[in-house]
């Protein structure tokens, strides 16, 4: 009690020097100087600086009162606690303070109930102040760099469903405190459709009477998913600029204005706050490595190595080249974004939006970068919402993706889900002699708007981007054949790469996961494994018949001794013949081999294999 009614004291007698600023610069008539004031009489600012163009000193003396009796409701709630009647905290120091890992005394029940709802423990949350600083993580030389005084306003939009009320409100204190007053127009809160009855009334009435005029609250009836959340957002936005983020984010001090810059610069350049992170258990911030935003064939995700050109320069504060977007943190010019058409509104709940605007934007003449300078802290959370289906919905959108933006290369995302090129939209493209039980039929639904948008835009091919920015990614485009492969003796098992380590293949029961993706190229080769995406992940191994024992190896291709060693001939339905030894690949049943199953290679014996998946009628 002692150390609130200190912190109040302060607050008093911060407010009551303010008050005096103020005083004293109307008697003055001084002009509107106010850099310096804390966010406490933000709102009132920004009113005043809006006008500070072409003010006349009778306008200006106008502004000046305005504030004064804004002030009167500042000091209200500060004296009164806007936070505290809804169990929060406002305000400097306290727990978590300067991003300091932080830890409650009374770990309770509530706090496990609490975690399992959010991914974070939003109770230690509830207890950190909504305005705690965090560090200041940017390269040394961001600092001394100064911006032009006439940048684009920005409106900041934050998506949520059911989010602690305290870690979106931080996202919005955070916002307020680190971006000039000048520079944030509005601030978007998009609520898809919470459940969470203090996510109604109380963020209302939170935010109306906090920021009064600068929140808007935007909630959609039904859930939409977080894709067309952020279109909600942007639909409302009135800033030139635009910057989409997750509502469990704080910003970093001179986070905006390198955004804008950049943008201003080129308003076809979308740019990406650098990411921090937020441990989900402590709210520590740590600090990321520059990274650049990558993805792999399935069209998920990852942080990568940046290009080796911003490596070579050494200059830390640079942009970083991106081929995509890990997309909780982006900024784009509000009408550019119109211009190329958004995100993929055919999308659903989140998951592949994010690199299909990655592809786009560089396809249809932008680019997108990582700005250092410009940083954003994140929780990484242990649980997201609509967990249960994301795989369906992540699957969905990467095809929807693949389908307008990747030609011949979609084939890498049809293998890397193991699903077969002949979904719904090309009956035509397919041998017909798959069993429809097969065909798990993703429904990607109509991509024709996307499709034409792509024409209108007249966009550089896949190849080209793969070339130009993104040469990291390995492609496998002599791909014959994919998927599971199954023996005609050993019904219900599939050739597996087993243990990762052990260089040998198995059969084990057949489950089509990424352990059991199998691809046969037209040199010849059988890899075992999932696609191996990036440079920066290892590749799927060779099948070998090194022709010394009877058990076939795994090994990385380039490393086996004689390429023959690692050739097949294969045809579906027909035996899988080493092409240097001409032994077969072949199940023998021994008791003590795991599910009384071994795989050997030996001379023929007339068994068949099948594989599941086949991109181009080849011999077999
Ligand atoms: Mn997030």
Redesign the pocket.
Known sequence: MAVARKIKTLLTVNILVFVGIILFSVYCRLQDRSEGLVQIVRSADRRVRSRHAKVGALAEREAILQRLDHLEEVVYNQLNGLAKPIGLVEGPGGLGQGGMAATLRDGSQETEGRFEEYGYNAQLSDRISLDRTIPDYRPKKCRQMTYSDDLPQISVVFIFVNEALSVILRSVHSVVNHTPSQLLKEVILVDDNSDNVELKLNLDQYVSKRYPGLVKIVRNSRREGLIRARLQGWKVATAPVVGFF?A??EFSTGWAEPALTRIREDRRRIVLPAIDNIKYDTFEVQQYASAAHGYNWGLWCMYIVPPQDWLDRGDEAAPIRTPAMI??SFVVDREYFGDIGLLDPGMEVYGGENIELGMRVWQCGGSMEVLPCSRVA????TK?PYNNDIDYYAKRNALRAAEVWMDGFKSHVYMAWNIPMTGSAHPSACPASLPASQNPGVDFGDVSERLALRQRLKCRSFKWYLDNVYPEMRTYNDTLTYGEVRNSKASGYCLDQGAEDDDRAILYPCHGMSSQLVRYSAEGLLQLGPLGSTAFLPDSKCLVDDGRGRTPALKKCEDVARPAQRLWDFTQGGPIVSRDTGRCLEVEMSKDANFGLRLVVQRCSGQKWTIRNWIKPGRH
């Open positions: 997750d469990h984010v997309g909780c994140h929780i990484e959370r997201k």
